[in-house]
């Protein structure tokens, strides 16, 4: 009995040594046939150098989709990381914001058209979460015409009220002629503009007894934001009402000239104008 089990232990090894070395041949065989595929075609005709070229750049183009569904460049701490989706097809969201309190607030969600309807209008500071370029679009959209009388601008039922898609095309058309007059991402530039048009200090009355008095105070980052963004939104409807110049040119040349802290920029001068009223209420 112990010489058959010992005569079928030594038949099972054999057999299990000659599968090994079946499988072996097979992955050898394998491989060889995959590398004489790539040098000769499926059809036995030898590749030419142009067929492997072809090859060769087909697999680096299916390796740069693969590496541009998300790209994330950062060069620095102020650098905002963002996909591969450009602003209307055109201007990427790769920018940078010098300030640091308006960091947090400035959103650049990369949206081709930045359009969400405001979904979450509901829920607090909501609006911080909202893509800049709608921001200015949502602040074009107030009622008026832009006349001044007095120091104040009347505004009545205005033509843009409602139209979010006019808005932004305007807002494309703007940004086509800043990029062709400067050669720069015109969303880069916008940011510059709200950085130096929004006022550090602001006033506000106080009631003591019977006594109003303006003081100094402090301006949050988000209301900071606001104010920029409303000058720039005023100053092109302000500057395209009776006159030559086209609305999309207006905020064109309002973006540049913010941007480079000119004070020929209504919202610079709305900025200055602000800060010396706090200075001198201190």
Known sequence: MEENENINKGAAAKAASKDSKDIKNETTTSTANTAVENIVGKEGKPKSDEESVREKEGDAKQKQRKTKRIITEQKGDNIIKSSSML??????????????????????????????FRRTSNKKFSK???????????????GGTGGKIGGKVIRTKGRLQGKKITIMRIIEKAF????????????????????NSAPIEDTTRVRYGGIISNISVDVSASRRLDIALKNL???????????????????ANEIILASRNDINSYAIKRKNEIERMARSAK
């Open 233 to 251: 939104a005023l100053a092109t409807i302000i500057g395209s009402f009776g006159n030559k110049k086209n609305i999309v040119d207006t905020l």
């Open 87 to 116: 602003l209307f097809n055109k201007y990427s969201y790769n920018v940078e914001v010098r300030d640091p309190s308006l960091k947090n607030y400035i959103c650049l969600k990369p949206l081709v058209y930045p359009t969400t």
């Open 176 to 195: 086509d002629i800043v990029y062709k007059q400067t050669n720069q991402n015109p969303l880069q530039l916008l940011i510059y503009a709200i950085e």
């Open 128 to 142: 911080a979460n909202i893509n800049i370029v709608e921001r200015l679009a949502n602040d074009m959209q107030k």
